[in-house]
């Protein structure tokens, strides 16, 4: 079963807007990624947040991780037509000796118009 | 660096048939990944391998082989394939250094007739 699930499934903004996708998992968590994935292509990490971090910037993009809820946030802000893509949060759960297995939720699909 | 590859980029198969997806890394990365993305989904894991000499199942293993020839390359097998295993297949790999940061290939495109 997915760890994550997504929300909202589908956005759809004017660029210049800023756009936000939120995740919320199950389990505890050691870490929680961010990835983007293009139409057709594989997908690219952006972004991560410790279990004991509650907030990270990484040029537009910020990221929020509330533990007490098991939810994260993602934010773009002044959003592009190039941002358009698939977006995916991702957890590490606290399981001993897992490898840095990752369960992924099933992504935000972002459109940005011109 | 090449990063992840991936061999085919895209291939059609027969009920029954079998096939060998092969993938190799160059970033000396210890971890590998097997997930297969259907439409709508999010990535499932099928197999993954923590370290050289190890492979574990993920959450959709079956139908599915695997082998981690040496650090750089982990190979995955459908010994004989069905219309459910239609779908588009990543590998990925990462290492603890980078809290498991994972870096994917470009994907397979698999269809089964």
């Known amino acids: 079963s997915q760890q994550g699930e997504e929300d909202p499934q589908a956005l759809s903004i004017q660029e210049g807007e800023n756009a936000t996708m939120n995740c919320s998992y199950k389990?505890?968590?050691?870490?929680l990624q961010w990835y983007r994935q293009n139409s057709g292509r594989g997908l690219v990490h952006l972004i991560l947040?410790?279990?004991?971090?509650r907030e990270k910037h990484s040029g537009r993009l910020r990221v929020t991780l509330d533990t007490s809820k098991k939810s994260s946030s993602l934010l773009i802000t002044a959003s592009r037509a190039a941002d358009t893509a698939s977006y995916f949060c991702a957890t590490d759960t606290l399981i001993y000796n897992q490898g840095g297995k990752l369960i992924f939720g099933q992504g935000t699909e972002l459109s940005v118009k011109p | 660096n090449a990063g992840v590859t991936q061999t085919p980029k895209f291939q059609v198969l027969k009920t029954g048939q079998s096939m060998t997806l092969q993938c190799a890394q160059d970033m000396n990365h210890n971890s590998m990944y097997w997930y297969r993305q259907d439409p709508g989904m999010g990535l499932r894991l099928i197999y993954y391998?923590?370290?050289?000499?190890?492979?574990d199942k993920g959450e959709v293993p079956n139908g599915y082989n695997v082998s981690r020839l040496n650090k750089r390359e982990f190979s995955l097998r459908l010994e004989s394939a069905a219309p459910s295993q239609t779908s588009v297949y990543f590998c990925?790999?990462?290492?603890?250094?980078?809290?498991?940061?994972?870096?994917f290939g470009p994907g397979t495109r698999l269809t089964v007739t």
């Open positions: 391998s923590a370290s050289e000499g190890t492979t």
């Open positions: 990925a790999s990462s290492d603890w250094g980078r809290a498991y940061e994972q870096y």
């Open positions: 947040i410790r279990s004991n971090e």
């Open positions: 389990t505890s968590i050691n870490n």
